[in-house]
């Protein structure tokens, strides 16, 4: 199956600095991109979807300049937590769909990012 | 309004016992059903894909039911494994005039004792 790459997997940051998390399609081109959030033992929330070459779509409730997302590639969607403090603590997860299975909207998913912000 | 339900919530069995996970939506217009597994700390990974005309489907130990005029699904896991522990999670695409909407279930958490 298609393979996504979430780097980095673990990141542990000073309160009010910035955090950029890469997601990465290595097998196939990924027009659309989403980004999820997940609170322990909660299931996962969708942030945003990011469409290469256009702005992001994002979810009633996610501020826009606190999560800035970019999808300049067919391959990369990046996820950038500004001015992070510590409840943007979590776990982000991507995942992208792939074109020709469009047809059935599968989504892959990447293996996640632990945000811990001290 | 679009809801996947998922129960029971937690389940803790045995190695080697049978299980079997449900879920229940309200999706419409519904285009297909999936069910991942999620081990801690990481991202889903999809074990079985339905649509509306499948009504079954395996993937190993891993058997899915699909019956869409009662939009209930279940899971059933055969000979479990200590390494089927983990959060199995029911995911429903509804595909409307504005395109899909994807609509997760809570996840059912698992664990198998030895």
């Known amino acids: 199956g298609a393979v996504v790459s979430q780097h980095p997997s673990r990141v542990i940051c000073k309160s009010g600095t910035s955090v950029k998390i890469e997601c990465r399609s290595l097998d196939f081109q990924a027009t659309t991109m989403f980004w999820y959030r997940q609170f322990p033992k909660q299931s996962l929330m969708l942030m945003a979807t990011s469409n290469e070459g256009s702005k992001a779509t994002y979810e009633q409730g996610v501020e826009k300049d606190k999560f800035l997302i970019n999808h300049a590639s067919l391959t990369l969607s990046t996820l950038t937590v500004t001015s992070a403090h510590p409840e943007d603590s979590s776990f982000y997860i991507c995942s992208a769909r792939d074109p020709p299975r469009d047809i059935k909207n599968i989504q892959y998913f990447g293996a996640g990012t632990r945000l811990s912000v001290l | 309004k679009n809801q996947v339900e998922q129960s029971p919530q937690s389940l803790i069995i045995l190695e080697g016992k049978n299980c079997t996970l449900q879920c229940n939506y309200t999706v419409s217009p519904f285009s297909n059903l999936r069910w991942y597994k999620q081990d801690t700390g990481r991202g889903p990974v999809s074990l079985t894909i339905?649509?509306?005309?499948?009504n079954t489907k395996s993937n190993g130990r891993y058997t899915a039911t699909l019956d869409a005029d009662t939009k209930q699904s279940s899971l059933h896991i055969t000979a479990s494994q200590l390494s089927d522990s983990a959060s199995y999670i029911c995911v429903v695409s509804a595909m409307g005039t504005g395109g899909f909407k994807t609509i997760f279930g809570a996840g059912t958490r698992l664990f198998v004792k030895a």
């Open positions: 339905m649509t509306f005309s499948e």
